[in-house]
T-cell receptor, first 110, second 113 residues
Framework: DAGVTQSPTHLIKTRGQQVTLRCSPKSGHDTVSWYQQALGQGPQFIFQYYEEEERQRGNFPDRFSGHQFPNYSSELNVNALLLGDSALYLC?????????FGQGTRLTVV | GEDVEQSLFLSVREGDSSVINCTYTDSSSTYLYWYKQEPGAGLQLLTYIFSNMDMKQDQRLTVLLNKKDKHLSLRIADTQTGDSAIYFCAEKGHNNAGNMLTFGGGTRLMVKP
């Protein structure tokens, strides 16, 4: 079992650009959530996808959008990047016993 | 919104027990979790407890839940240098339709040889 996999591992973008991050959930999991973890803080919930639809959303602007594919993999898109978007972006796939996280994508906006 | 609080830092000597504490505000929490994060890595699920339980033990880990005080603790017995990491508690509320977790800010555990 490969667990939750994310790509890329690191990314550097310029302010104003757009970025797409990718996630494949743990085998057998159909729900994918995305979290943003700023340096020195706990993860903050962005949104969750289930059956290819956004099921729940945290307090993030519309610049943050996502997608889930029929194979349950997911993308996180961020438009018009700001310096404050620099963070570790974590993907999690869910079971009742807990959410299992990938290693994250470290996004740096310069 | 819901809130989860943790102390920032804990230092212990190798072989001692560590106790990491967490408080939360959501009285409808169904599950509470402990995650471990090592430098540059994602979150590793250590253990969880259902809200109708008081205690759960898993090898060196003991979770205590005081639902009345909304207090959760993680005890690590015989702490090793490899336990040095940031520990996050998280809760899942009954009132959210999905599986959204609310995290604390993390407790950095330093284990001295």
């Amino acid at each position: 079992d490969a667990g939750v996999t994310q790509s890329p591992t690191h990314l550097i973008k310029t302010r104003g650009q757009q970025v797409t991050l990718r996630c494949s959930p743990k085998s057998g999991h159909d729900t994918v959530s995305w979290y943003q973890q700023a340096l020195g803080q706990g993860p903050q919930f962005i949104f969750q996808y289930y059956e290819e639809e956004e099921r729940q959303r945290g307090n993030f602007p519309d610049r943050f959008s996502g997608h889930q594919f029929p194979n349950y993999s997911s993308e996180l898109n961020v438009n018009a990047l700001l310096l404050g978007d620099s963070a570790l972006y974590l993907c999690a796939s869910s079971a009742s016993s807990g959410a299992f996280f990938g290693q994250g994508t470290r996004l740096t906006v310069v | 919104g819901e809130d989860v609080e943790q102390s920032l830092f804990l230092s212990v000597r190798e072989g001692d027990s560590s106790v990491i504490n967490c408080t939360y505000t959501d009285s409808s929490s169904t599950y509470l979790y402990w995650y471990k994060q090592e430098p540059g890595a994602g979150l590793q699920l250590l253990t969880y407890i259902f809200s109708n339980m008081d205690m759960k033990q898993d090898q060196r880990l003991t979770v205590l839940l005081n639902k009345k005080d909304k207090h959760l603790s993680l005890r690590i017995a015989d702490t090793q240098t490899g336990d040095s990491a940031i520990y996050f508690c998280a809760e899942k509320g009954h009132n959210n339709a999905g599986n959204m977790l609310t995290f604390g800010g993390g407790t950095r555990l330093m284990v001295k040889p």
